[in-house]
């Protein structure tokens, strides 16, 4: 028996609504790059090579979804990820996609 919390209509479209945004291969860049640290908008163009009205606006859909937090610096806004939610998601995700990796390549060679 599972101790998770049955999924109802509620939390399945709140899922769902993660899961959306977290589809979008630039915002992925963008948490990628904001894992190591707070960073303003033209050091995160810099970091990427993304155009500067991309990255504002995906870093609005992911302020709006809560994933990150905006800090103001004088004239300038400093973005951090805001939920340790996203960066244990991110790694789950990514081993997830090396073991497979590795399976495939232990698969071709004959070794399972």
């Not at 103001?72 to 960066?87: C, T």
């Not at 497979?100 to 399972?112: F, N, P, S, T, Y």
Request: with cysteine; proline share 4%.
């Amino acid at each position: 028996m599972s101790s998770s919390p049955a999924l109802n209509e509620a939390l399945i479209a709140e899922a769902a609504r993660i899961f959306a945004t977290l589809s979008e291969p630039t915002r992925l860049r963008l948490l990628k790059t904001l894992m190591a640290g707070p960073l303003t908008v033209s050091e995160i163009v810099a970091a990427t090579g993304l155009k500067q009205g991309n990255v504002s606006k995906q870093l609005g859909v992911l302020t709006q979804a809560g994933f990150l937090e905006r800090e103001r610096e004088g004239n300038f806004a400093r973005f951090r990820v805001s939920d340790p939610f996203v960066q244990e998601l991110c790694r789950l995700v990514c081993d997830k996609i090396e073991r497979d990796a590795h399976a495939r390549v232990a698969a071709l060679r004959g070794e399972i």
